[in-house]
């Protein structure tokens, strides 16, 4: 079911940012109207105060929105990978409402899956003071640090931005099927390393206890190309001593990856502005952000909520994601019954 590739892949997933940066089509803007369905749509569940998590999609009705949703769909998988929803009211509403509209939408997408060892289905993502490094189970979206370009977990993340912070922070998004078409047109070679196993920290949160997970970085699976990557925990798990070190081929293959997703017009940057959601395919699409900082008011600090979701319309998931932290729950979402 999984063979190499060792050819560039035509897909509408692999493109350039500064392609990308000319058009417009990968943004959505909601007009009044579905500004008043969803404001509507909040108030009843926050006026009928039903437990956040037990929300779903009938009880968070969106009629005007549900071709923006197809559309949307339809782009994560089998086109761009990605979209941007943009206008939420998120100023006008209370902390809990932002939570409600963002677990609402995303009732219309999709199935959330858990975030973390502890299953949490919407993870706040800001600056906690804490800093990489300090513990092992700290994750960079409790930092203000610049993120690397990484994949999440679940077909789809959303990330809502409620508030952004005082300077920098811009939201980075790079195809990796492009990445990948790149590196087999330069080293066709290094194109195979990354189709082998790496060794990945698994920063605390396997069901297993596993500390790291081993798998490739690029697996080709019925048809598609999906990459798994998340570059820093390749690095921290050659702190443990049963992890090979790295081989000069595979650090030669991480570099020549990072080098083209930092070549001019590789990459699309932008702003998150309150209001938005980006929503992107983790098979896919790689994203991150540039370092940021805040105002001194903690209540004020950049603030984004985020979901991971399984999509109706998921491509099929190799053997070796089943047991991953990222995918576990997706994997088994997608099992015929
Ligand atoms: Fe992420």
Known sequence: MHELLTTPLEDPAAWRGDRMAERSDWIVTLDETMVAELESAVAAVAARGIELFEVTRPDFPLPRMSGHFETMLRELEGGRGFALLRGLPVAQWSDAENRIAIWGLGTHLG????????????????????????????????TNHAIRLHTDGGDVFALGCVRQGAKGGR???VSAVEVFNEIVRRRPDLAVVLQENFWMDARGQRPDGARCQVLPIYTRHDGHLSILLKPEYIDSAQRFDE???????????LDLFHRITQEPGV????????????????HTIMHGR?????????THGRHMLRLWLTIPNGRPLPSHYADTREYAQTYRQRMPA
Do not use: C, K, M
């Open 243 to 253: 992890v090979p070190r790295l081989t000069d081929a595979q650090r030669e293959a």
């Open 171 to 173: 939201s980075l998004v």
């Open 267 to 282: 990459a699309l940057e932008f702003d998150l502005r309150p209001g938005d959601v980006l929503l992107a395919s983790n």
């Open 111 to 142: 199935l959330p899956v858990g975030q973390d060892l502890a299953g949490n289905l919407l993870h706040d993502v800001r600056d906690t003071g804490r800093r990489f490094g300090s513990d092992d189970s700290i994750r960079y979206y409790q």
């Open 290 to 298: 540039t370092g940021f900082e805040d105002a001194s008011e903690p």
